[in-house]
């Protein structure tokens, strides 16, 4: 009887083991397979029979891990630590989960404990701690990208976005549509949609991808077109809604090809040919030029799990696959590669970052790969970051990450930098009305062709460090040329581009002063001072130009090239429909005589600005106002504030500081200082100015006449020692009109053969120490304003007209 109880008893507990292991094998299959949903479930119904099963829990915490459910992972994790412990690679896989989380010293404190527990993985262990040193180190960084989650992205996996002309393809397991025909779940597989870019800077209007030569587009991606949308370069792949795209999740990728024809057509399906069993091929990008193809395996002759290879256009095929090495691969796993032409962007989840895989991008020295930067802490977060693009000149892209507060398991991102966003309109120089269409030519900028709207407009993102020329051409008018330089301020900034009627604009020449030969390159800038708008135009062989100036206007001219010296007029085109008032203009070479240095006591008043900095110039002491710091050099956007002081820029440490000055007393700058800030510079403040090296260059210190010492032109030492007799006090000799020319604190820096000439020049002593020079002998306003014409031209910016007023002087031009 005993034998028999027993006997049963045995048999009872038999029937009750065998279908718990039964379960615990179909929860491991499913767990081997990369099906984790299935096996949270056969896990979950196990673990209700069995609640302390050590393998169930651990597998379970790691299948949540793999479904990106990181707070579940967590809790399963925490209670096999409380019920059991964790061994060997459990340990490394809960400091990944904390890591996830954003629990960078306890998951810092794990992956320590798994190198001094597994001697054999003690790097790995070690490296990742380091990494969460790092981690903690980027919080807070500034970062130059912003991203924001698209509005297209669903409850599923969205992913794989990549360029096509100015839409976007990428891939989905929505199943809220269907390509026709496909055998597709909306579950397990995913298919091909295309997006356009709305109104609002963000994706709209997606449809499937459709093809008369396909069935259907479904388990394709990530994907790579080639110029000219000729080709298309595809990952076939088993990716599964809701489980992390990670190469340890059971990936089986390899890639084909397409040519398209004009219709837009996928024609045949071309394996590629270095596709191979036993490992995946996958990811592929093709540079801009179409001639490089990148691409993420795990082949077995890389450094570990996938790499970032690259083969290069054979003839119709390409050739064998070249790993690029262990500057940009790892012992973990490098996918998703981008290149913009200059650099190459990656993914990776070993390099030093934030958790998951982090975006990395990789710069060349010597042809081969010497450097990475982690592309901050913005653009990665704790979680998978990758499927990075970017259009550097349109300052948009995208990238695929599965953080928290998405809208799915993978969102697409929008990816910009802090930039200016640049208005052009284009407009009748004669009437300022718009003119449509006109072509915007970004060629000069390594970009194409582009087109105004119909009202004549054009905007785009201008990044930080783009500095070059934009032409803007019409049908029926001369070019135009805007020179567009942003220091991704974010400003929105608009520009009036005026072309004129060929035959409508306005002409000039300029002359060598010397040898009155024309002088070609000379670089015309016309600012009107009104909208504080410019144009520019260049000298030809004939040292000839032509601008397109808005009637009823007056513009501040500025003539410049290297080795003469810099000319500033000011003209007005509300003289009648005159098209010659630019006349010609005589510019000095910059070697006609010796070099002397800038004295104390510089001319402050409008039109000296400094242009520098250049020339490392002797000392200047006191007060000035510093308005901002740049990385480098810019001063036409201060133009405003030279009617307050000086502006010149001072290099320190590599920075450009911007300052207005110098003046001799506190008060003095105090007084700039709330001039300054009423400009709207509210965060500008004086400093002490000692100079020693400064680097200052005047506006108008290389054209005689401005107050400064005229570059390669000493002062006359006959003048220096005894002032000409006719340089009597100012008072009107012959005539009632004088032209006054400028204060110096100096007149021994003054140079009379600039004016000599064209009137009797004059001087008169002011009370703040500074001497007033000016030309008289004018009986009638016309003779005055012809004389100060040609003043302007020898570099008197600041010269008008007065006029002798019951013994006062009044301005009466311009």
């Keep these: 009887m005993k034998l028999l109880l027993n006997a049963l008893t045995a048999a009872f507990l038999l029937t009750a083991i065998l279908p718990a292991e039964a379960q615990l094998g179909r929860a491991n299959k499913d767990y081997e397979l990369g099906a984790f949903n299935l096996a949270v479930r056969s ?396 072509t915007i030519d970004f060629i000069n900028c390594g970009e194409g062709l582009f087109k105004a709207d119909s009202r004549g407009q054009y905007s785009f993102q201008a990044v930080e460090g783009l500095d070059c020329e934009i032409v803007v051409r019409a049908d029926g008018y001369s070019d135009a040329v805007f020179r567009v330089s942003t220091l991704g301020l974010r400003q929105n900034r608009e520009h009036d581009i005026m072309l004129a009627k060929q035959g409508e604009q ?56 290297p080795g003469f010296r810099d000319i500033n007029r000011n003209i007005n085109t509300n003289e009648g429909n005159d098209r010659s008032i630019l006349g010609v203009i005589s510019i000095l070479p910059t070697d006609s005589a010796p070099a002397a240095p800038m004295q104390p006591g510089i001319d402050t008043r409008p039109g000296t600005q400094a242009e520098g900095p250049e020339d490392a110039l002797p000392t200047t002491s006191g007060f000035s106002v510093q308005v901002a710091a740049l990385s480098k050099p810019g001063l036409d956007q201060f133009s405003e504030l030279t009617s307050i002081g000086q502006v010149y820029s001072k290099v320190e440490n590599g920075v450009y500081k911007i300052r207005v000055g110098v003046f001799s007393t506190r008060a003095q700058a105090d007084q700039a200082l709330k001039s300054i800030k009423t400009e709207g510079y509210k965060e500008a403040f004086i400093v002490t100015e000692q100079g020693t090296g400064q680097s200052i260059r005047p506006k108008g210190y290389d054209a005689p006449g401005t107050g400064f010492t005229p570059r390669g032109n000493t002062p006359p030492q006959s003048y220096n020692q005894n002032p000409p007799a006719r340089a009597a006090e100012a008072r009107p000799a012959t005539g009632d009109y004088m032209i006054q020319l400028a204060a110096y604190q100096d007149i021994r820096w003054f140079d009379p053969a600039t004016v000599r000439g064209l009137g009797e020049i004059r001087q008169s002593r002011r009370d703040d120490g500074l001497t007033v020079m000016y030309l008289s002998g004018y009986t009638t306003m016309e003779q005055a304003i012809r004389a100060w014409q040609q003043v302007k031209s020898n570099g008197y910016n600041t010269a008008y007209v007065v006029r002798d007023t019951n013994g006062s002087l009044e301005k009466v031009y311009p």
């Design 43 to 438: 896990y979950l119904e196990l673990l209700e029979k069995r609640p302390a099963n050590y393998e169930a829990m651990v597998k379970l915490a790691d299948s949540y891990r793999y479904l990106n459910q990181m707070e579940e992972a967590r809790s399963w994790f925490e209670k096999v630590i409380r019920e059991h412990r964790l061994e060997g690679e459990q340990m490394f896989q809960y400091a990944q989960v904390l890591k996830a989380l954003g629990s960078y010293e306890k998951a810092e404190q794990w992956f320590l404990a798994y190198a001094r527990a597994n001697k054999d993985d003690q790097e790995r262990g070690n490296h990742f701690a380091q990494s969460c040193r790092f981690a903690r180190n980027q919080i807070g960084q500034s970062s130059s990208y912003l991203v924001s989650n698209e509005f297209i992205n669903s409850n599923a996996s969205d992913f794989a976005p990549t360029f096509y002309g100015d839409q976007v393809v990428f891939s989905s397991a929505r199943n809220n549509r269907q390509q026709p025909g496909a055998s597709w779940t909306g579950r397990s597989n995913n298919q091909l949609y295309m997006a356009r870019l709305g109104g609002n800077g963000f994706l709209e209007a997606e449809v499937p991808l459709q093809s008369r030569m396909r069935e259907n587009f479904v388990n394709l991606g990530p994907l790579t077109y080639g110029p000219e949308l000729r080709e298309v370069v595809y990952t076939k792949n088993n990716f599964i809604d809701g489980t992390r795209h990670m190469p340890t999740g059971g990936l089986e990728l390899s890639m084909a090809m397409s040519p398209i024809n004009q219709n837009g057509e996928w024609t045949e399906e071309i394996p590629f040919p270095y596709n191979g069993s036993g490992f995946s091929t996958g990811w592929p990008n093709i540079s801009p030029d179409g001639n490089t193809l990148y691409f993420a395996s795990d082949r077995p002759d890389g450094f570990g799990g996938f790499d970032i290879y690259v083969s290069y256009r054979m003839g119709n095929t390409w050739s064998a696959p070249e790993n690029l090495g262990p500057v940009v691969n790892s012992p973990g796993d490098e996918i998703s590669p981008f290149h913009d032409g200059d650099y190459l962007y990656f993914s990776s989840n070993y390099h030093q970052g934030m958790g998951g895989y982090d975006i990395f991008r990789a710069e060349q020295a010597n042809g081969r790969y010497a450097r990475i930067f982690h592309l901050g802490n913005l653009i990665n977060s704790s979680r998978d970051d990758y499927g990075f693009i970017y259009d550097g000149f349109r300052n948009l892209g995208y990238m695929v990450s599965n953080r928290p507060g998405g809208r799915g398991h993978e969102d697409i991102y929008k990816v910009f930098k802090s930039a200016d966003n640049i208005v052009l309109k284009v407009r009748n120089a004669s009437d300022g009305t718009p003119i449509p269409y006109a």
């Design 506 to 561: 306005y002409g000039g020449q300029v002359l060598n002063y010397q040898s009155r030969m024309p002088v070609a390159g000379v670089q015309v800038t016309a600012t009107n001072l009104a909208t504080n708008t410019s144009m520019e135009a260049q000298t030809d062989a004939n040292g000839e130009y032509a601008l397109a100036l808005s009637p009823n206007s007056a513009y501040s001219v500025r003539y410049s090239r």
